[in-house]
Structures are given as C-alpha cells and as structure tokens.
C-alpha cells in the first residue's frame, strides 16, 4: 500500500526533480477559457525542426499529465496547469531535440544497465525511494509491483513505465554531459591569461568630461538621426513581440449593501441553525465554507478574534454572525470536555551565552533575569525583546502560540507547570539560556464546535451593474482613434496603461486572471485600435483597447524612442567633448596640461585589472577596464567614449604576478568554470539549431 500512495504522487515529484536538474529552460502558462477560440486558423501551440505541434496532440499530452499531477490531491490549479503545460512541451523538447542528438552521437542505456538502474541491489535512487518499505529497499518489491498490482492496473502501468522513461532520459542526460565535459580543456595559455587577468595590478590616472556637463537642449537631432543610430546598432534594439494597451477596469468587488444582506441572511438562519439536532448534516446540506470538524479543539485552533468568545459560549446554543477573515459565520460549540493535559501560551526567548564556562552561563542567566525586570513595563514583551537583537542582548524571540503541555524542552516544560499567567522566568536548558513568559491563562478545555460559514460576495445586482457599466463602455466605443482616452474622461473612468506586454505573461500590470486579456491581445487576426469585448478577470471586469503591436526583430522609433533619443544626444555629445580633447591634446604633453585645456581635473586609479567593477572617477562602463587593461606604460591614451563621457587615461606602473612553473591548479579552476557553463550553452544552441519556437501562450 505504500508504494501504490507513493506512486500515485510520482508524478509531480520526478517532474519537479527534472526540472531542477536544468533539463530545459522553463517558461509558464496557463489557460482559462476555451483554448481553441483564441488560435484563429493556426491551431499549432509551437514548431520543432520544422515540424509543427498541432494543438489537438498536445492537448492530450498536457490533459493526461494535468490528471497525473491532480491525483496527488491539490487539483486542477493554476500552478498544476502551469506544470502541465510546461512539462509537456518539454517532452517534446526532449523527443525531437535531445533524443535525436543521444541517437546521433550513441548515447543510449542498454538493457542490461536498465535492469540494473530498475531491479537490482544498486536501483537507482527514485526507484529506492518508492519501492523502499520503512527504510529498506529489496528489488523483489519492484518486480512483485510491476508483475502483480501494475499488471492489474493500467494507471498504475502507465505511472511506472513514465518513472522508468524519466530514469532512463536522466542517465542519458548525465552521459550526454559527461561526454560534454570531456570534450572540455584548458590549456597553461587559458590559466596563465586567468591568473594575470584576475591579479594584476594597473595604476594610473584619468581625465574625464561628462554627457552632463553639456546640456541637452543644446543638441539638435532628427527622426532620421534616431533611425540611422538604430540601423547601425541593431543588435542594441533586438526586441521581443510585444502589445502595448490601455484599458478600464470595473470592480465586481461586493458593496455595503452585499455585506449587509448576508449579515441578514446568516442572522435569520441563526434560530434554525440553534434548534438543529443534526449539525453535521445541516451544515453540509447548508454547504458552509468550512466542513463540519468532528474533533475536539484546543486553544490556539480558531481565530484570534473568536476564540474567547468560543470557549465561553453556552454548549448548543449558536451565536453570529461574526466576520473574521472576510467572511461571515454562525458558531454552535456542540460539546465540551476537559484534557488531561494542560495547553499554554506563552513566548519564548534566547539568550546568548558568550563561553563555554559556568561563568559564561551564569551571566547569561543574569542578563536574562534583567531583561525580564526591563520588559516589565513593556506594554508588548515580544516587541521588547525584538528590539533588543540587534544589540546582541537576544538572540531570537517568538510567540510560541497554543501549545499542548509537554511539547517543549524538559527545563522549560517543568517551569510552565508552575507559572501562572504574565510570569516570565529564567531557565537554563541544553541548548542554552532562555525567557520564557506565559501569555494567557492555561486551559485543559476542550470543544467541538460546528459552523455555517458564507464569504462576501456581490449579489447578482451588483455584478449586473459592473457588467451594465461596463457593457455601456464598450458600446460606445466605435474604432474611431483616441476616443478610447475620450470615453473613460467623458464617462468617469480611470483608464490604465499596460506597455510591452509579452505572449507568455501570466497577468498584465500584475492583476491576478488577467491571462485573458494577454491572450486575446495576441490573437492570430488581431489589429492595432481593436477594442475587446467585455472580459471577466476574478472579480474584475475589463475592455481593453490595442494600443499598439511590436513585433519580434529591430524595434521601430516609436517603440524605443526615449532609449535611442537619449543614446543620439549622448553620441553626438561625444563628437563634441571628444573634439575637445584631441584639440587640446595637439598643444598639450602631460595630464595635467590636458586637463587644464578642457577645464577638468586629473584624478588617479589603482589596483585595476580585469576583475574590476569600474574606474575610479571614469565610470562602471565594462569597456573601460579591458581599454585600461590593454594601455602601455606611460604612453597617454587617445580619447575613449564610454557610457557616461569621454575619458583619457595614462598607466604610470602595472605589476603582475610570477606565473608558476605549475600551472595544474589553475587549468583545474579554469575547467571547472568552462564545465558550468557549457551545458546551458549546448542545450540553448541545440534548440537553437532545431528552430525550436514556442507558441503555447496563444492557448495556455
């Protein structure tokens, strides 16, 4: 039996363990609505070598593992079909990608290492885990599954024969990679560059005009000059697909009125919910929020504000509506009883002890007693604790909550049977010196409790206004261009911006349910100036507007003019203080004659080599450290532009260290650094070479 619990939860364990080993890059979708009305005429959720996966093939695969993944007891969420998705269009990453390339080179796990990895002494570590009972593996166990319930069971079947699939891909995957790493060197020329790169030692000094100290107005630029900088610098302006939109929101949130209807609503079932012989039943057939619990509770199991109250209250006689955690509800404690045991709260404090002699602890246990007399007049003991951390007088403090008598550390729980109520003591255990303060009152009272419970929601009036409001929105709205921004100021409305918007955002501007809206900005006929229908996000309603579609490639003008404006003004600010300095440079023959002609200062840099974060007074600008790196010796430099001005640079002395005569260590470090990175390379420009393209955000 537990090895059919265990491999009913598989599945989402061993895609969770794929997924951490980096097997693909993950990206997240999901869906809320009817997958198939958003993809227009291409009904392919993405292509793979030339080779499109059409909807339908996918959506099996992804229901099959959505049902796998929500047999584990969480349910179709939002994550799980996020997972789903995600995991299986790594399959097919996997199948037309990978496979292809272990089939290609031979890597492959024979039948004899596959009855090894499954059926012997030396299984492989998820099969240990699931077919181990109470800690210990026999490989019978596997064989008596797999011969025995799996046969019995195609479900069953279906989830080993994937476990089986999955060990089989990880051992090619750790194969594959081996094979990588061997392919792999480094050579005394790469550890000799590393060492001197990372510990040599460059001073000098520097010379610098800033954008800054021309300004802005003062440079004069067209919309030619912004396209002509684009063109030149394309690989600056890469950009992926994006929407830019604007849209209303209507709230659907419940109103007073709401509020005060279900408070009359619970308050006239208190006399029927009072007079009930069958609590279980009538709260289930009253399909409260919270199911009937047949257990007794102790202090600390319901909310702050209801507790007192429950623990007083009358057996059989309800009482509400009470709100707490945005709902309403009536109370009924049905029955009552006495534990042989004590529950307490109280907060509980460490002190630190600074040795490891006696003395040591009993000054602890003298500082602690001091604090107790400190903390006295506190109007909050735990915020007075917590406030004395970073002075180092206490190491943590915590509010311990209900707790059952005996649950603590022996020292502490002999002292708790004798305090009383806003006592602190002292106490020296095993693991150190600690406060502790009982709170409350113990309480050996048990209680069975049944509860009707309703949240607030909108009435069906309140959503037909939303919807009203927003539907006399929507029909107002004609196509006609800018009337979108005209309508939400002529009909009272705020209006909201969402810019650059990509396919496989989740929520647009980071309203929770917004999908919907993302995905039908990036339907197949969609149009720049298209307005939406009106759409449901949780309790929200919206019309949107199409502001404007940026496809994939070289960005326009308009989709980064504040970018490329700035970078133009910059450009052409450094034809201008470059200018400067080889005018002066002409007449001048030290640093010092250089920065009295351009009216600067000259200021000195030490310690630079390639590990450098910046220049001192020169900038963080990465092209600077390697042109420092790069200069000779007392020879002034020519003028540099960087991303904050123009610079000119002199090395006075630059000192490296001795290379050994050994350089294995550094081969060694060198390798394992080229060995991090490779596998991530390998497998994006694998992809890249099968024209891997992903479109599930249209449908998921």
Request: charged share 25%.
């Amino acid at each position: 039996m537990a090895v059919l619990n265990k491999l009913r939860n598989s599945t989402w364990v061993l895609i969770v363990v794929l997924v951490s080993l980096g097997l693909f890059v993950a990206s997240d979708y999901f869906s809320n609505s009817n997958k198939y009305s958003f993809g227009g005429s291409n009904q392919s959720v993405g292509e793979i070598d030339g080779k499109k996966i059409s909807l339908q093939d996918f959506d099996a695969r992804y229901k099959n593992l959505l049902t796998q993944i929500a047999s584990n007891g969480s349910g179709e969420t939002e994550e799980n079909k996020d997972q789903a998705s995600m995991y299986a269009w790594q399959q097919y990453i996997q199948e037309m990608v990978f496979d292809k390339e272990y089939e290609k080179l031979g890597v492959d796990v024979s039948v004899e290492e596959a009855g090894k990895l499954l059926y012997s002494e030396d299984a492989h570590p998820t099969i240990k885990k699931y077919f181990s009972n109470n800690g210990v593996f026999n490989p019978s166990n596997v064989t008596e599954f797999k011969n025995q319930q799996a046969k019995k069971d195609p479900k069953l079947m279906e989830q080993f024969e994937l476990i089986i699939n999955q060990i089989i891909g990880e051992v090619k995957y750790r194969k594959y990679n081996s094979l990588l790493s061997k392919s792999l060197y480094a050579t005394n020329l790469d550890a000799e560059d590393d060492l001197l790169s990372a510990q040599g030692n460059i001073n000098g000094k520097s010379i610098t005009l800033n954008f800054a100290n021309i300004e802005d107005k003062t440079i004069k630029f067209t919309d030619a000059d912004l396209k002509d900088y684009i063109n030149k610098h394309k690989d600056e302006f890469k950009q992926k697909a994006s929407r830019d939109l604007e849209y209303i929101l209507v709230d659907v949130s419940p109103t007073q009125a709401d509020t005060m209807a279900l408070v009359n609503e619970l308050a006239a079932e208190l006399p029927t919910f009072n007079a009930a012989e069958n609590d279980s039943i009538y709260v289930t057939l009253n399909n409260s929020l919270t199911p009937f619990d047949t257990n007794y509770q102790s202090r600390g199991s319901y909310d702050k504000s209801i507790e007192n109250r429950l623990f007083s209250a009358t057996k059989d006689s309800a009482f509400g509506p009470v709100f707490y955690n945005g709902g309403y509800s009536l109370f009924k404690v049905i029955d009552t009883k006495k534990d042989s045991n004590f529950y307490f709260h109280a907060i509980k404090v460490e002190i630190p002890i600074k040795g490891a002699t006696n003395a040591d602890t009993a000054l602890a246990l003298a500082n602690a007693k001091k604090l107790i007399s400190e903390a006295g007049s506190s109007a909050n003991a735990l915020d007075f604790y917590n406030g004395k951390i970073n002075s180092g007088e206490v190491i943590y403090a915590q509010d311990l909550g209900w707790l059952r008598e005996g649950s603590q550390m022996v020292e502490v729980n002999k002292a708790i049977k004798t305090m009383t109520a806003g006592q602190s003591v002292a106490i020296k255990t095993m693991a150190g010196v600690s406060i502790v303060k009982l709170l409350e009152p113990k309480s050996y009272d048990l209680i069975k409790v049944a509860e009707l419970r309703r949240n607030v929601e909108p009435l069906q009036a309140t959503e037909d206004a939303a919807f009203q409001k927003a539907s006399n929105f929507r029909s107002a709205l004609t196509g006609k261009a800018g009337e979108f921004d005209e309508l939400t100021k002529k009909m009272g409305i705020p209006k909201s911006v969402a810019n650059n918007v990509k396919e496989f955002d989740k929520t647009m501007t980071g309203i929770p349910g917004t999908r919907e809206v993302v995905r039908w900005a990036y339907a197949e006929d969609r149009e720049e100036g298209d307005n939406s229908d009106v759409i449901t996000c949780d309790n929200l309603l919206i019309v949107a507007n199409l502001k404007r579609i940026k496809e994939e490639g070289t960005a326009d003008v308009e989709d980064v003019r504040e970018k490329v404006t700035r970078l133009v003004i910059n450009e052409k600010k450094a034809e201008i203080l470059k200018a400067k300095f080889e005018k002066a440079m002409q007449s001048s023959k030290s640093m010092d004659q250089i920065a009295a002609a351009v009216q600067s200062i000259v200021q000195p840099f030490n310690n630079i080599n390639f590990n450098a974060q910046s220049v001192p007074f020169a900038g963080n600008d990465p092209k600077l450290i390697g042109y420092v790196c790069g200069l000779k010796v007392n020879q002034i430099s020519r003028p540099i532009i960087s991303n904050d001005g123009v610079h000119v640079f002199l090395v006075e002395n630059a000192s490296f260290p001795q290379v050994p005569s050994d350089l294995t260590q550094n081969k060694m470090m060198v390798y394992a650094q080229k060995k991090q990175q490779v596998y991530n390379l390998v497998q994006e420009a694998l992809k890249k070479a099968r024209n891997v393209k992903d479109e599930r955000g249209r449908f998921y």
